[in-house]
């Protein structure tokens, strides 16, 4: 999706890393935006909403957001400590 990257323009340069670890989806008439962490949830509502809606209505997506934290991933079997 074209969303990110027509964001990462649009906010200021100290936040630009975390977007790129953003994952949006489309689902039905939202688009889901999934933040590694709770922190960047509230980074993210506090300075992104504004442009991801803006860029969202000039894709033609819906401009309906949920916001979430991702799921955390399950450690592997045997994965040893660095």
Same mark, same amino acid.
């Given at each position: 999706?074209?969303?990110?990257?027509? +964001?990462?323009?649009?906010? @200021?340069?100290?936040?630009?890393?975390?977007? @790129?670890?953003?994952?949006?989806?489309?689902? @039905?008439?939202?688009?889901?935006?999934?933040?590694?962490?709770?922190?960047?949830?509230?980074?993210?509502?506090?300075?992104?909403?504004?442009?991801?809606?803006?860029?969202?209505?000039?894709?033609?997506?819906? *401009?309906?957001?949920?916001?979430? +934290?991702?799921?955390?991933?399950?450690?592997?079997?045997?994965? *040893?400590?660095?």
């Amino acid at each position: 999706m074209h969303l990110f990257f027509l +964001v990462y323009w649009l906010v @200021d340069v100290q936040h630009r890393r975390l977007v @790129d670890t953003l994952i949006a989806a489309q689902q @039905d008439d939202r688009i889901v935006i999934s933040c590694p962490s709770a922190a960047a949830l509230q980074i993210v509502q506090t300075n992104f909403a504004i442009h991801l809606q803006r860029v969202l209505e000039m894709l033609g997506l819906p *401009t309906i957001i949920r916001y979430r +934290v991702m799921p955390a991933l399950p450690m592997a079997r045997g994965a *040893t400590a660095m």
